[in-house]
């Protein structure tokens, strides 16, 4: 699992220095739009468009266009569109299972372009409930060190839910179910901490291992799957070692 969370850690923070920004921005917007849709408009009151604000926020995404999104969700203003969550599965090349979240206002366009990202670099779409019993739903915080210990944080969270804290080398990930993620988030602050997100993300209970070859084919499966508009998450069952990591790039 680490070389798989290092591996996600370090793409997410390069997502938003490249030329994708302005798809990242567009993700993160949508995210704040549906939340304050489901939950309402009000942060201090909805746990999950909180969350997504924070995480804008910490993206750099304008605060002008956050709001927008938040009154657009909460009905405050005209445009906002109707989104639709849709979970497409999958396979990648080497017998790796994915799964692939769309946020979509047209569930043919977002089906053909996740058909046509999966064909194109050796995959296929696969039956619902083909792959999605290999996951299970939990929630992840990740926070950056800031000269922290492991033991640090396990005081802070434990009680709060946490089952665990990886180290991925800049900063810290824990697990939990995704019903404790708020109360996780929250202990995280409560003790004065930072935290640079906080997801409700499936995460793969049997990894397929990934030689260097392996890896190079799952990746760029996974950044076409991404380049799609309505992507939102990729979640995917693979390891890769520190070693295939760093041979990769």
């Not at 390891?239 to 041979?247: I, M, Q, T």
Request: hydrophobic content about 40%; proline content about 3%; glycine content about 8%.
């Amino acid at each position: 699992m680490s070389g798989h969370s290092k591996w996600a850690t370090t793409k997410h923070k390069k997502a938003a220095l490249d030329a994708k920004r302005g798809k990242l921005f567009a993700r993160l917007i949508k995210n704040v739009e549906v939340a304050a849709r489901s939950g309402g408009g009000d942060p201090d009151a909805n746990p999950t468009l909180y969350d997504a604000i924070v995480k804008a926020n910490k993206n750099s995404v304008p605060k002008d266009n956050i709001e927008r999104a938040r009154r657009r969700g909460a009905g405050e203003e005209a445009g906002g569109a109707e989104w639709q969550t849709i979970m497409y599965e999958g396979y990648a090349p080497n017998g790796v299972a994915v799964l692939i979240e769309c946020l979509t206002d047209n569930k043919n366009r977002a089906a053909s372009e996740v058909r046509t990202a999966l064909t194109r670099h050796g995959g296929s779409l696969a039956d619902p409930g083909s792959v999605s019993y290999l996951f299970n739903r939990r929630g992840v915080v990740i926070m950056p060190k800031n000269g922290l210990s492991e033991d640090d944080v396990l005081m802070a969270v434990l009680d709060a839910g946490a089952e665990e804290v990886n180290d991925l080398g800049e900063s810290f990930e824990i697990i939990s179910e995704a019903t404790d993620l708020v109360s996780v988030r929250s202990a995280v602050q409560e003790a004065g901490y930072e935290y640079e997100s906080a997801d409700a993300n499936f995460l793969a209970t049997v990894n397929v291992p990934l030689d260097a070859e392996g890896a190079k084919k799952v990746f760029r499966l996974i950044d076409a799957l991404e380049d799609c508009d309505d992507v939102q998450n990729v979640f995917a069952n693979f390891d890769v070692s520190d070693e295939v990591l760093a041979e990769v790039g």
